[in-house]
């Protein structure tokens, strides 16, 4: 893959996340799915740690410093100590989106938080229509 073709798709990436996250009721991006699930307010403060201090930092260390080892990074534990359950969604919103747009090369991940989105906003349309929507396929 080429660096403008990665590039672009970053670029690509960062119109799906506004889109999915913008302009969202507090009932969406608070609801989980079961309570050790994450909701959509913990996925965002995820993407901006991971954008700016994992992703992004991980790059620029391979290409810099590729003799040194790599600082530990916790994403899991960063929920809690960082108390992503209280931060301001739409800040956070608006925060990753700043970090994506700093970021240039880094794409697969993406996808699996595109994913990981749409089916917790799946998952909530299920639960609160109380239809079965299995006829759009199996997750």
């Known amino acids: 893959m080429n660096q403008t073709a990665i590039i672009n798709a970053l670029a690509r990436n960062r119109q799906v996340f506004k889109h999915l996250l913008s302009d969202l009721p507090k009932e969406t991006y608070m609801w989980k799915p079961s309570a050790d699930k994450w909701c959509l307010l913990e996925i965002v403060c995820h993407l901006y740690d991971e954008e700016r201090e994992d992703f992004r930092a991980r790059v620029k260390h391979v290409l810099e410093t590729p003799e040194k080892s790599f ?16 931060q301001n969604y739409h800040e956070m919103v608006v925060n990753f989106l700043s970090e994506r747009t700093l970021s240039v090369d880094w794409l697969a991940h993406d996808y699996l938080h595109i994913r990981q989105i749409t089916r917790l906003k799946y998952q909530f349309l299920q639960s609160q229509s109380g239809e079965d929507l299995s006829y759009a396929g199996a997750w």
């Open 71 to 86: 600082p530990p990074f916790d994403p899991i534990g960063m929920v809690k100590t960082r108390n992503y359950i209280k």
